[in-house]
Structures are given as structure tokens and as C-alpha cells.
T-cell receptor, first 112, second 114 residues
Framework: DAKTTQPPSMDCAEGRAANLPCNHS???????VYWYRQIHSQGPQYIIH???NNETNEMASLIITEDRKSSTLILPHATLRDTAVYYC????FGGGADGLTFGKGTHLIIQP | SAVISQKPSRDICQRGTSLTIQCQVD?????MFWYRQQPGQSLTLIAT?????????ESGFVIDKFPISRPNLTFSTLTVSNMSPEDSSIYLC???????????FGPGTRLTVL
């Protein structure tokens, strides 16, 4: 799997949009971008994933650049409960037999 | 999304003993995965467990230390053997679901070894 680079920490004010960047410059054509978060030692929670088109679900939006070398996870109206470590992971399509390779992630702190 | 449960949720164990962690999934899955998260660190894959065959271990993890069972398509166990304080970690299981094999995680087992 390709490696990803994320800032170690970010702050965001409650109620504002939180934009979390991720660089994956060596991503291959068949690799998806996945985002997970981990709230204080709980199991990681799946947020969203995408291949090349922007994606949106009830939790977040994922914006992938046209060259696919970077992406941004957007939490549109951050709340205190969104404070967590956010992991950006790339993984090949059809990698059902493969575990995930976690980097250090971004510790997002939502400020009241 | 999958419903994955783990038992125990936490335990405190003595050095030299062993602990078996159970992972139950609410529907049949082919692959299950076990991860370790040491204090302040990210998750590291221990092994992949496929029903009916021996688990496949990642570099740095061996079967004698972390034996895994996978007796059916909804259940797996991980044993942490001959524990030392360095084994104090959160242990998590996971499985893949859906067309793109999105991976879902259990709540984790927090292990403290004294």
C-alpha cells in the first residue's frame, strides 16, 4: 500500500468546518483513499472512502484532487465529539485479504 | 456496517500468564484481522485469520506468542502468551464488508500486564 502523510495535529472551532489534509503522492490507479477516526482508545470508526470522485455521506465529505495525489476530509460542522485521531489510508481495490497500514494520523481537537 | 464484539473489554494480568481474546461478528465473513495498538502508538497488524487455514502473521509477530483460532466464519480468538509488561496494549479485531471490502473494527480489548 502507498504511504500517506498527515499533519500530526490540528485545531478547529466548534461549529466550523474541519478540513483534514492527506498527501498520498505515490498512490496507484487501483488504490482507494479511506478515512477512519479513533476516539480515545475506542476501535477505529470508518468514515468514508473514494477512488477519484468526490464523495459525501452523513458523516463527512471527501475531496480528492484530480491527480489523486492528495485528498481532504471535511467535517462540515465540527462538534466536540469529533475530537479524535483521524487516519488517512490508501488500499488497493480487491485488497480484501489485506489488513490496513495505519500511519500516525492527525489529532483533531475541536475547541469550544 | 458490521457489528463486532470483543471479550473481555479489558483485563489486568500477571507476567508469565496468557490471555485469550474473543472476537464475534454478527454475520459470516471470510477474513478477520487482529491488530495491536501500543500506548500512544498507531495500530499495527498482527495477523490475518482465514477460516479453515492457519493465520498469516506479519513480520515481528509469531504464532507461538500470538496463537489465533478461526473455528468458523463468525468467530476468532487471539491468545497473548507468556505475557510481559511490553504486551500491554489494546488488541483489536476487524473484518471486511461490502463491495470494496471496507474494514470495520471491534471495540478493542485493553490489556495491562503487571
Amino acid at each position: 500500500d502507498a504511504k500517506t502523510t498527515q499533519p500530526p495535529s490540528m485545531d478547529c472551532a466548534e461549529g466550523r468546518a474541519a478540513n483534514l489534509p492527506c498527501n498520498h503522492s505515490t498512490i496507484s490507479g487501483n488504490e482507494y483513499v479511506y478515512w477512519y477516526r479513533q476516539i480515545h482508545s475506542q476501535g477505529p470508526q470508518y468514515i468514508i472512502h473514494g477512488l477519484k470522485n468526490n464523495e459525501t455521506n452523513e458523516m463527512a465529505s471527501l475531496i480528492i484532487t484530480e491527480d489523486r495525489k492528495s485528498s481532504t476530509l471535511i467535517l462540515p460542522h465540527a462538534t466536540l465529539r469529533d475530537t479524535a485521531v483521524y487516519y488517512c489510508i490508501v488500499r488497493a481495490f480487491g485488497g480484501g485479504a489485506d489488513g490496513l497500514t495505519f500511519g500516525k494520523g492527525t489529532h483533531l481537537i475541536i475547541q469550544p | 456496517s458490521a457489528v463486532i464484539s470483543q471479550k473481555p473489554s479489558r483485563d489486568i494480568c500477571q507476567r508469565g500468564t496468557s490471555l485469550t481474546i474473543q472476537c464475534q461478528v454478527d454475520s459470516q465473513v471470510t477474513m478477520m484481522f487482529w491488530y495491536r495498538q501500543q500506548p500512544g502508538q498507531s495500530l499495527t497488524l498482527i495477523a490475518t485469520a482465514n477460516q479453515g487455514s492457519e493465520a498469516t502473521y506479519e513480520s515481528g509477530f509469531v504464532i507461538d506468542k500470538f496463537p489465533i483460532s478461526r473455528p468458523n466464519l463468525t468467530f476468532s480468538t487471539l491468545t497473548v502468551s507468556n505475557m510481559s509488561p511490553e504486551d500491554s496494549s489494546i488488541y483489536l479485531c476487524s473484518n471486511n464488508r461490502g463491495l470494496t471490502d471496507t474494514q470495520y473494527f471491534g471495540p478493542g480489548t485493553r490489556l495491562t500486564v503487571l
